[in-house]
Each structure stands twice: as structure tokens, then as C-alpha cells.
């Protein structure tokens, strides 16, 4: 038996590799820079972990996800890989610990998020470590002609360059021809060496349902498929109203979205990953790094701005290879906010030349200066006070930090800061805390030095989670301790910020390169069609269609999305479909009202019964209302 499958053997009990993992990894292992494209379920994580632990020195793993870092780590130690994630919420002390750890040999496996790669202490601490290869999850975010891109991922060229011989493994589930070139380009490939998966996924079936009343239509489609069920919305409005409705109605649902605490982000999604609640509405912040196998649907009540982005969130139904549905609920309506959109994300020149002309005016910059100096922004006032809506001023801002003129950060997380204003001596003399604030003393103490001397970014999650408290105790006790003059406290703020990053010119003289604006604008604007056209079409297997868009060409039909299956119904006569009529009248000829669930019994295509149905109730054949189709009197 060779290297790699003793090790495929020994730490994960499989045989043999599957897909393309095993020419993946012996090229990695070889020392060519690689691309992998694998779709969602595919395997990744095993084309870096094997070769990582054949190979001297440690794999650094970059990765945006840190609930994905955390989750893997977990899951090498526990069997019995030496592995470590460098991230934010760790304290310098625990992050020079680690980094020295991979120094001495006692790290196989690191990941680390894209901002940490510019940071001094990780720059300093790489130069002296063994680096066995860098391997680029979710690659397609160091794309500028990606659905997803985030700048932070252009600092991987720069570690590149503190060791230029060690290859590179990047890989993705979601990129056209174009991005394929341009992951290459960016990470500096010496030769293009690119392995693909196909992306068919012969288990799940893609339905588009054109739809007026979309939430009735997505209790009806929940209550028709039983099991684990995700719901992506535009907005976080939305997702909890969704949530609520659903609730109201029988199906246990939570919500999800980036505005809501860490914790509780934590908290709702091991929820819905164990079972407690059967449904998770969200946007696309509940995204990249989901791996939960047992999805049966995922139904998106709003298009996405891209078929990419559709693609990746649709293909975590049914990653454990059993039926699994991805439906799109769909109207003319949609078709109306898709193409707004472009004009929204690419407002027209003069417009941008407005935004950037009030916000001189806002922070008083006068024509010439201004370089290098940041000042916080409330986009709110910004917008009330000229009149601009925050959909437009924000891609304005956008343009211009791609343009060079300024530096917009959107959401600057900046974290809790804690001091002590006591002595320590005096600290340990307090008699009269309660117990939860002794709680949060001793931990402050535990995990962070320096506390009497300057103030200490904390973690509160972290504070939470060792304490036993929850959250929102522990900013209460936090409070009262400032309040008590023990400590000062600065509380967590998002604060979006803009930086000047050359002099303020005068608005004749700004220029939008090719590439910063029309270029962009062209590549967005084919994503909204190929999107629109995606939905709107009713002729054309839906499998085909997202396969020709990804460059990968079939002969052949699914005979699973809802066109093939109207295809298949017009060639069959309808005969399926009067037999699935037959099948529920049957079970409704007692006359008594049933549970729609019941109709989990019958044993044909989803989609046919939903058919059958959706034909009774229009013919007033069966009747339907709050979960119960019963034949009317």
C-alpha cells in the first residue's frame, strides 16, 4: 500500500480515495502548484490533510471560515493529527505560542484566516518555519472576476514570496473558465495544472416554481418533503420574518444572519445542525464551510445575484447522496429587482463623483489634503443629511476604494477593550463582588496580560464560554465592574471607517479605469442575465444549464429538475400524474381531513405529487387549509 492511502487508512478508515483526490494530492505532493475544482461534498479537505501529514514541514491552510477552522482542527486532534488555527479573539500570547509550535515541528496542520497573513508577529514567525505547501481554500475570492471576491485574499502573493519554492494547492467549488485563469494568475503559478470535478449532482434535483403567494408556496413545498430544510432570503429583515411565519405555521425554523452575536450565531447553528429546530432561514452569511449531510431542501425565496453564488448555496441539499431538492421561488418580480441591481451596485459616474464630493464636504477636506487621515462614518447621517439612499452611496464608496481614492471598510469589527483601574493588590483585597463578577475577573486575568498597565482587546464569547455565562451577562457584568470603578470598559462597536488614500482631488479630475468600472459592471451584468435566464427558462434542463455556465458540456439530461420532468409527463401522457391523483383520493376517501404530510407515503418523485396535488385543489377536487387536505363536502 502506498504513502497516501496507509494514511487515508490509518487516520480516516477508507480504502482508497475517491473523485479526483488522489491526482490532486500527488500532484501537491510532487511540489507543482495545483488548482482543484471540486463541488460542494466533494472531499477538499482531505486533498490538503493527506498530503500534509506525508510531507516534512507544516501545510498552511488559509481559510475565511473560522467556525470551518475551528470545527477541522477539532476533528484532526481528535484523530490524533497535531493541528492548530490561528484566528481572531486569540490573544498575542496564544498566537506567538502556536506560531512557535509550527517553528519546532509541532504543527502539521495551520489555518489561519487571509487577514492574519499581513500581521508582523505571522510575517516574522513564517520566515522560520518549515513550510510543506500553502493550500487556498474557497480560492475564488482571490478572483476580481468572481462572484466573492475579498481583497484581504490578495496578501496570499505576498507569503508567496517569503517562500517562493513551496507550491501551492488552491481550491474552490465555484468558478467559471475565467476565474479558473485568474486564481492561477494571482497565486503565481509557475505552470497550470488544473484537476476538475464534474459538478453534476445526479441526487439533487433543481426546480424553479413560478409563484405569486411565495409563502404559502414554501409551507406547502416544506410540508410536502420531509427532513432538514435551509430557506435563503435577501435581507435580515426578512429572514426572521420568514422564521416567525414558519414557526407560526408548524415548521420549527431559527434565523441566521452576520448582524446577530457570535454566540448566538453559534448557538442557533448547532441547533439546526443537531436536529432541535428542522428549518434555518438565512442570507448568505450562512454560507461557505456548512457541512451538514443530511439536507433534503434548500429553497431560495429571493435570486441570487449570480448563478456561482445559487450553485454553492443550492448544493449543500443532499451532500450525503441520498434525493435532495434545490427549489427557486420565482415571479416577474424578481426579474424587475435583478436588473435594478446593476444599476444599484453601478450607479452612473457623475452620481460617484457626487458621493465622493459630500463626503469632502462631510468631514470638511479641503481640495489637495486629506491624505491619510480616517475618520469614522455613520453611513446613516451621511445619507440623511444629502439626501443620498445607503443601497447607492455604499457601491459609490465601493468604486472608490477600487479606484484608489479611499480606503471603505463597511464593517470594522472593533472588539471590547478592557483596563483594570485598581491595583492588583487591591483587586484581590475586594470583598463585595457577586459571583458572576468574580467570574469574569478571574477569567479577564487567566486570558490576558498587561491588563493593569494598558487596555486589552478581549473576546467576549470567549469570556462566555469559560465562564458559563451567557453573553449578554457577561456585557452586563462587564458594565457594572466599570460602574464599580474596577475596570474600564470600552464595549464592541462595528464602526465603518474611510481613509484617504491619496490627496482629495477636485471631482473633474477623478478617473474610473476600464477594469475598476465598465469591465466590472459588463462581468456583473452578465451574472444578473445568466441568472434571469436561468429562472425564466421552461425549455432546457436546469442540470445542463448550470453545467454549460460552469465550461462543463453534457449529452445528457437529469431527468429530475422540474423541466425534465414536465417533459417526461408530456411524453407519459400524464399518465404518473393520474395515477398520483388516483394515490391521493385513495387515501382521502374516508372523507376525514389528513395531514398533507401523509402524502410522504406515497412513493413517487416529489415533484409528481406536488403536480397531482397542485391540479386537485385548482379542480376544487381536495381542498387544502392549515396543513390538513381533506375532499370537500
Same mark, same amino acid.
Not at 457584568?477 to 482629495?504: E, N, W
Not at 476600464?514 to 459592471?521: F, G, I, N, S, T
Not at 402524502?599 to 406536488?610: A, C, H, V
Given at each position: 500500500?502506498?504513502?497516501?492511502?496507509?494514511?487515508?487508512?490509518?487516520?480516516?478508515?477508507?480504502?482508497?480515495?475517491?473523485?479526483?483526490?488522489?491526482?490532486?494530492?500527488?500532484?501537491?505532493?510532487?511540489?507543482?502548484?495545483? +488548482?482543484?475544482?471540486?463541488?460542494? #461534498?466533494?472531499?477538499?479537505?482531505?486533498?490538503?490533510?493527506?498530503?500534509? /501529514?506525508?510531507?516534512?514541514?507544516?501545510?498552511?491552510?488559509?481559510?475565511?471560515?473560522?467556525?470551518?477552522?475551528?470545527?477541522?482542527?477539532?476533528?484532526?486532534?481528535?484523530?490524533?493529527?497535531?493541528?492548530?488555527?490561528?484566528? *481572531?479573539?486569540?490573544?498575542?500570547?496564544?498566537?506567538?505560542?502556536?506560531?512557535?509550535?509550527?517553528?519546532?515541528?509541532?504543527?502539521?496542520?495551520?489555518?489561519? *484566516?487571509?487577514?492574519?497573513? *499581513?500581521?508582523?508577529?505571522? !510575517?516574522?514567525?513564517?520566515?522560520?518555519?518549515?513550510?510543506? %505547501?500553502?493550500?487556498?481554500?474557497?480560492?475564488?475570492?482571490?478572483?476580481?472576476?468572481?462572484?466573492?471576491?475579498?481583497?484581504? =485574499?490578495?496578501?496570499?502573493?505576498?507569503?508567496?514570496? +517569503?517562500?517562493?519554492?513551496?507550491?501551492?494547492?488552491? /481550491?474552490?467549488?465555484?468558478?467559471?473558465?475565467?476565474?479558473?485563469?485568474?486564481?492561477?494568475?494571482?497565486?503565481?503559478?509557475?505552470?497550470?495544472?488544473?484537476?476538475?470535478?464534474?459538478?453534476?449532482?445526479?441526487?439533487?434535483?433543481?426546480?424553479?416554481?413560478?409563484?405569486?403567494?411565495?409563502?404559502?408556496?414554501?409551507?406547502?413545498?416544506?410540508?410536502?418533503?420531509?427532513?432538514?430544510?435551509?430557506?435563503?432570503?435577501?435581507?435580515?429583515?426578512?429572514?426572521?420574518?420568514?422564521?416567525?411565519?414558519?414557526?407560526?405555521?408548524?415548521?420549527?425554523?431559527?434565523?441566521? @444572519?452576520?448582524?446577530?452575536?457570535?454566540?448566538?450565531?453559534?448557538?442557533? !447553528?448547532?441547533?439546526? !445542525?443537531?436536529?432541535?429546530?428542522?428549518?434555518?432561514?438565512?442570507?448568505?452569511?450562512?454560507?461557505?464551510?456548512?457541512?451538514?449531510?443530511?439536507?433534503?431542501?434548500?429553497?431560495?425565496?429571493?435570486?441570487?445575484?449570480?448563478?456561482?453564488?445559487?450553485?454553492?448555496?443550492?448544493?449543500?441539499?443532499?451532500?450525503?447522496?441520498?434525493?435532495? =431538492?434545490?427549489?427557486?421561488?420565482?415571479?416577474?418580480?424578481?426579474?424587475?429587482?435583478?436588473?435594478?441591481?446593476?444599476?444599484?451596485?453601478?450607479?452612473?459616474?457623475?452620481?460617484?463623483?457626487?458621493?465622493?464630493?459630500?463626503?469632502?464636504?462631510?468631514?470638511?477636506?479641503?481640495?489637495?489634503?486629506?491624505?491619510?487621515?480616517?475618520?469614522?462614518?455613520?453611513?446613516?447621517?451621511?445619507?440623511?443629511?444629502?439626501? @443620498?439612499?445607503?443601497?447607492?452611496?455604499?457601491?459609490?464608496?465601493?468604486?472608490?476604494?477600487?479606484?484608489?481614492?479611499?480606503?471603505?471598510?463597511?464593517?470594522?469589527?472593533?472588539?471590547?477593550?478592557?483596563?483594570?483601574?485598581?491595583?492588583?493588590?487591591?483587586?484581590?483585597?475586594?470583598?463585595?463582588?457577586?459571583?458572576?463578577?468574580?467570574?469574569?475577573?478571574?477569567?479577564?486575568?487567566?486570558? =490576558?496580560?498587561?491588563?493593569?498597565?494598558?487596555?486589552?482587546?478581549?473576546?467576549?464569547?470567549?469570556?462566555?464560554?469559560?465562564?458559563? /455565562?451567557?453573553?449578554?451577562?457577561?456585557?452586563?457584568? +462587564?458594565?457594572?465592574?466599570?460602574?464599580? @470603578?474596577?475596570?474600564?470598559?470600552?464595549?464592541?462597536?462595528?464602526?465603518?471607517?474611510?481613509?484617504?488614500?491619496?490627496?482629495?482631488?477636485?471631482?473633474?479630475?477623478?478617473?474610473?479605469?476600464?477594469?475598476?468600472?465598465?469591465?466590472?459592471?459588463?462581468? %456583473?451584468?452578465?451574472?444578473?442575465?445568466?441568472?434571469?435566464?436561468?429562472?425564466?427558462?421552461?425549455?432546457?434542463?436546469? *442540470?445542463?444549464?448550470?453545467?454549460?455556465? %460552469? #465550461?462543463?458540456?453534457?449529452?445528457?439530461?437529469?431527468?429530475?429538475?422540474?423541466?425534465?420532468?414536465?417533459?417526461?409527463?408530456?411524453?407519459?401522457?400524464?399518465?404518473?400524474?393520474?395515477?398520483?391523483?388516483?394515490?391521493?383520493?385513495?387515501?382521502?376517501?374516508?372523507?376525514?381531513?389528513?395531514?398533507?404530510?401523509?402524502?410522504?407515503?406515497?412513493?413517487?418523485?416529489?415533484? !409528481?405529487?406536488?403536480?397531482?396535488?397542485?391540479?386537485?385543489?385548482?379542480?376544487?377536487?381536495?381542498?387544502?387549509?392549515?396543513?390538513?387536505?381533506?375532499?370537500?363536502?
Amino acid at each position: 500500500m502506498d504513502k497516501y492511502r496507509e494514511i487515508l487508512r490509518r487516520y480516516w478508515g477508507y480504502d482508497d480515495f475517491r473523485g479526483i483526490q488522489r491526482e490532486i494530492i500527488d500532484s501537491i505532493g510532487s511540489g507543482k502548484d495545483t +488548482l482543484g475544482l471540486m463541488p460542494t #461534498g466533494g472531499g477538499k479537505s482531505v486533498t490538503f490533510q493527506v498530503p500534509a /501529514l506525508a510531507a516534512d514541514g507544516v501545510c498552511i491552510v488559509v481559510t475565511p471560515l473560522i467556525a470551518l477552522m475551528k470545527d477541522q482542527v477539532m476533528n484532526l486532534k481528535r484523530r490524533g493529527i497535531s493541528s492548530a488555527a490561528i484566528y *481572531s479573539g486569540l490573544s498575542r500570547t496564544e498566537i506567538i505560542t502556536i506560531l512557535e509550535n509550527c517553528v519546532f515541528g509541532a504543527v502539521r496542520i495551520l489555518y489561519i *484566516s487571509p487577514e492574519r497573513l *499581513s500581521s508582523q508577529i505571522f !510575517q516574522t514567525k513564517l520566515r522560520h518555519i518549515k513550510v510543506s %505547501f500553502f493550500a487556498i481554500d474557497e480560492a475564488h475570492c482571490i478572483s476580481q472576476w468572481g462572484y466573492d471576491f475579498r481583497p484581504s =485574499y490578495l496578501k496570499i502573493s505576498d507569503i508567496r514570496r +517569503l517562500h517562493p519554492d513551496v507550491p501551492v494547492l488552491a /481550491l474552490t467549488a465555484t468558478a467559471t473558465p475565467n476565474v479558473v485563469d485568474d486564481i492561477q494568475e494571482k497565486l503565481g503559478f509557475k505552470e497550470r495544472r488544473v484537476f476538475r470535478m464534474s459538478f453534476e449532482r445526479k441526487n439533487l434535483a433543481y426546480v424553479v416554481r413560478r409563484t405569486m403567494d411565495k409563502q404559502g408556496e414554501l409551507i406547502h413545498i416544506l410540508e410536502c418533503v420531509e427532513g432538514c430544510a435551509i430557506v435563503y432570503v435577501r435581507s435580515r429583515r426578512r429572514a426572521k420574518e420568514i422564521a416567525v411565519m414558519l414557526n407560526e405555521n408548524g415548521l420549527p425554523a431559527t434565523f441566521y @444572519h452576520a448582524g446577530l452575536e457570535s454566540a448566538e450565531k453559534d448557538k442557533r !447553528q448547532k441547533d439546526w !445542525q443537531e436536529d432541535k429546530v428542522r428549518v434555518m432561514v438565512a442570507t448568505n452569511a450562512f454560507g461557505m464551510g456548512i457541512d451538514k449531510p443530511d439536507v433534503r431542501i434548500v429553497v431560495h425565496t429571493d435570486c441570487p445575484d449570480s448563478i456561482e453564488a445559487y450553485f454553492q448555496e443550492a448544493g449543500r441539499a443532499g451532500r450525503d447522496g441520498n434525493k435532495g =431538492y434545490a427549489v427557486m421561488l420565482y415571479n416577474d418580480s424578481d426579474r424587475n429587482k435583478l436588473t435594478k441591481r446593476i444599476s444599484d451596485t453601478f450607479p452612473d459616474k457623475e452620481y460617484i463623483k457626487k458621493v465622493y464630493e459630500h463626503l469632502a464636504y462631510f468631514y470638511q477636506v479641503a481640495a489637495g489634503t486629506g491624505y491619510g487621515m480616517t475618520f469614522e462614518f455613520n453611513i446613516e447621517k451621511f445619507c440623511h443629511n444629502f439626501k @443620498h439612499f445607503p443601497i447607492q452611496a455604499d457601491a459609490a464608496l465601493k468604486i472608490l476604494n477600487r479606484a484608489g481614492y479611499i480606503e471603505y471598510t463597511d464593517e470594522q469589527d472593533n472588539k471590547a477593550r478592557v483596563m483594570f483601574t485598581v491595583s492588583r493588590d487591591t483587586l484581590y483585597r475586594l470583598e463585595n463582588n457577586s459571583e458572576n463578577e468574580d467570574k469574569v475577573i478571574v477569567t479577564l486575568l487567566r486570558n =490576558y496580560g498587561g491588563l493593569f498597565s494598558d487596555y486589552n482587546f478581549i473576546d467576549e464569547s470567549l469570556i462566555a464560554m469559560q465562564t458559563g /455565562l451567557k453573553s449578554h451577562e457577561v456585557y452586563l457584568t +462587564l458594565k457594572l465592574l466599570a460602574a464599580k @470603578h474596577i475596570i474600564k470598559f470600552i464595549p464592541r462597536k462595528k464602526t465603518p471607517y474611510i481613509r484617504y488614500t491619496q490627496r482629495r482631488e477636485n471631482t473633474e479630475h477623478l478617473m474610473f479605469p476600464k477594469e475598476v468600472y465598465e469591465e466590472r459592471k459588463r462581468q %456583473f451584468t452578465e451574472r444578473i442575465n445568466a441568472m434571469i435566464e436561468y429562472a425564466a427558462t421552461d425549455d432546457t434542463c436546469r *442540470s445542463r444549464m448550470l453545467l454549460e455556465y %460552469f #465550461g462543463e458540456h453534457t449529452d445528457h439530461d437529469c431527468d429530475s429538475c422540474d423541466v425534465c420532468m414536465e417533459h417526461r409527463k408530456e411524453n407519459n401522457h400524464g399518465d404518473a400524474t393520474t395515477e398520483t391523483q388516483a394515490e391521493i383520493m385513495a387515501i382521502l376517501s374516508d372523507m376525514k381531513p389528513h395531514p398533507i404530510t401523509e402524502l410522504n407515503t406515497i412513493k413517487r418523485p416529489y415533484e !409528481q405529487i406536488d403536480t397531482a396535488l397542485t391540479y386537485l385543489i385548482n379542480e376544487e377536487k381536495i381542498y387544502r387549509m392549515d396543513g390538513m387536505i381533506f375532499i370537500g363536502n
